[in-house]
């Protein structure tokens, strides 16, 4: 039950009775001071954290880089295929052992004309490097590797599961 008295309710102002209607929250330009704040934030701890400025740290990253690889099973043999756009094949070293393999290089670009000014720049240069643990044993020594369009092809057979390499032991 209210206790107010008829006049104290005729004075309780409404939103239908006042002037101004109530503001909205309008969240974007909250949201956006905090969105700057927190690059701030961050930006400072990895200046304090880090000597080299984020812009050096992210062209080092884009010179260093692993090619995409995809490895399959191909009748007897496991196939390593390797994304290298614009290498040229006396630019890559394989290496194969029994159980691993390894895919090196380098990304060599035109040297640039002084003349040409780039507003942006994306196109990789440097050296890489992919080592993988093969899940079966292959033989090295039959390893093939083709290098079309780009994707790099390495074949690499199959040890024979029958076929197993020992040494006679003798009994003293």
Known sequence: MSTQTPEAVKETPTVATTPEAPQLWKPWPDLENLQS???ETFNNFWSRAWPMPISQLRAAAAQHFQPALNLYT????????????????????????????????????????????????????????????????VNPEKVEAKLKDGILKITLPLVDPGVQEGVKVSID
């Open 37 to 39: 704040e927190w690059a």
């Open 74 to 137: 191909d009748k007897d043999s496991l196939v390593v295929e390797a994304a290298l756009p614009g290498v040229d094949k006396k630019d890559v070293n394989i290496h194969a052992t029994r159980d691993s393999l390894s895919i090196s290089g380098e990304y060599r670009q035109e040297k640039k004309e002084e003349k040409d000014k780039y507003f942006h720049s994306e196109i990789r240069q440097g050296s890489f490097r992919r080592k993988l643990t093969l899940p079966a044993e």
